[in-house]
């Protein structure tokens, strides 16, 4: 986690997969070449991904939501979920290890809420956006368009503010919880016409559904009860210990006491008692004792007039001043500006390059020698074993990850990383801190692409986890 979303790294994050056609490896007629060497520090770069999502078209309001009220509110919900997780943990090994994606993911996610709290902070990088709605506003004054998109989205954000909390913590956190929401919601979505069912219970949306609620994984009842716990204990601070919804949420109990309850006297771990209630329909689900699918149908009513006003106050108001703001960004600026990431095909440019932190340069790549120079032999900067073991084969001078000033953002994970010469010289697999802030404008001062370099991975294959045949072939021959 130190290293996460932060340079320099010191990161062997790579992979292969072979593609096969009717059982067959296949021959592309043409494919990038494989280009074990250093980047050159300012040379050009391209990308080619599909960056997730992004919030570029956010208005001021939306932007002072965020700032102001959602990333607080989730980074110090997460922050103080992560450290009743570590001490859960610290528990025992078995816990250790069950434990550990869930850290990892709560981890990850810290970093980018985190990172995004930090740029809508950053004078510098907010007065550009604000520059940015500035010239729009100012370019498209005197239009035709009947009504003001910024003061609608404006309307809208400030009625969300008044939903925000109560639409948030009536929904508790754990996985048993959600095989009972999903389906207590399935079994009465699919009582109605197609038509009229909500998104995500229509016909063609409930076979993945059916299939993630049916799937076997493991279920951990100590993490179970402490991520519910901790949801509905958060929902009494937030919403406050006599709010109407708290009552609903807890009763008389306290958090500890009904995650006790729910978790111990549940079934829903077990696949094939999911699968009776999912095929019984909404006729198995009211006769069900289970705690938690009653405990799921006390709170539905609540949950589904909360999402009818989120929807009437906030997302149908945002749609329609939306699609007004992206005709006049197009009316304004033509084809000169790339829409918002979607997961769609993109090539982003960029150069290798350093940045300045705090006042100090930043170098541009890190070597495979400067691993060990970093270990400490205490976790997380042990060495891996294959590493120190062949300390004196690998070369030192071997560049590991280096930078670019590559736009990308979640989703680019994987991508290659091509040279002017249309060669691959890396995969990108990260960004650092201020890329955080790609959410919501590029920063090229400080946004960076951290990547993981061809030279790193090839010395890997050949010195560390020894892979001739696989070399070969990355060689052509």
């Keep these: 986690d130190p290293d996460n979303f932060n340079f320099p790294r010191y990161s062997m994050d790579a992979s292969f997969l072979r593609a096969y056609e009717n059982g067959v490896p296949v021959q592309p007629a043409a494919h990038l070449q494989w280009n074990p060497r250093a980047p050159q520090e300012g ?3 391209f990308v080619v991904g599909n960056p997730g999502s992004t919030s570029r078209l956010y208005t001021q309001s939306q932007l ?6 959602a990333l607080p509110v989730l980074v110090t919900t997460m922050s103080e979920l992560r450290g009743r997780l570590i001490s859960a943990m610290e528990g025992s090994e078995e816990r250790a290890r ?12 810290l970093k980018v809420y985190i990172g995004r709290q930090r740029a809508l902070n950053d004078p510098e990088f907010t007065g550009k956006l604000a520059a940015a709605e500035a010239d729009l506003r100012q370019r498209t004054s005197g239009g035709a368009a009947s009504a003001d998109p910024w003061a609608q989205v404006s309307e809208a954000v400030d009625a969300y503010r008044t939903l925000y909390l109560a639409n948030r913590f009536t929904q508790p956190s754990s996985d048993l919880y959600g095989y009972a929401h999903d389906l207590v919601m399935a079994a009465q979505e699919r009582a109605k016409p197609n038509a009229e069912r909500l998104p995500a219970y229509t016909d063609t949306a409930l076979p993945l559904l059916e299939k993630q609620v049916l799937d076997e ?9 402490l991520r519910l716990s901790w949801s509905l ?3 009494r601070e937030y919403l406050g210990v006599d709010d109407a919804d708290t009552r609903l949420l807890l009763g008389r109990e306290s958090p500890e006491q009904l995650a006790a309850r729910l978790v111990s006297g549940t079934k829903l771990a077990d696949p094939e008692f999911r699968r009776q209630l999912w095929e019984g329909g909404l006729s198995a689900i009211q006769a069900s004792d289970d705690p938690l699918i009653r405990y799921a149908l006390q709170l539905e009513p609540r949950q589904r007039a909360l999402q009818e006003q989120v929807n009437a106050a906030y997302r149908g108001p945002l749609a329609a001043a ?14 000169n500006q790339y829409p918002d990431a979607t997961f769609t095909l993109r090539i982003s440019y960029g150069q290798v390059q350093g940045w300045e932190e705090r006042g100090q340069p930043v170098p541009i790549a890190t070597t495979m020698g400067g691993t060990f120079e970093r270990a400490t032999g205490n976790a997380p900067f042990d060495l891996a074993p294959a590493f120190a073991e062949h300390r004196e084969a690998i070369d030192p001078a071997t560049t590991y990850n280096f930078v670019t000033t590559n736009d990308i953002i979640g989703g680019n994970s994987g991508s290659p990383v091509i040279d002017k010469d249309g060669t691959v010289i890396g995969a990108a697999f990260d960004g650092n801190i201020h890329s955080m802030g790609g959410a919501y404008g590029y920063d090229g001062r400080v946004n960076r692409t951290v990547v993981v370099s061809t030279a790193a991975v090839q010395e890997a294959l050949e010195t560390i986890y020894p892979a001739p045949a696989l070399v070969a072939e990355l060689r052509g021959e």
């Design 322 to 335: 939306g699609a007004q703001l992206t005709e006049a960004r197009f009316a304004a600026y033509g084809e």
């Design 98 to 109: 069950e434990g550990l994606d869930l850290l990892n993911g709560i981890e990850n996610s």
């Design 64 to 69: 002072a939501f965020e700032r102001e009220v």
């Design 43 to 45: 040379e050009v770069t």
């Design 217 to 225: 994984r493991p279920i951990y009842p100590w993490l179970e009860e």
């Design 233 to 235: 204990s958060k929902a």
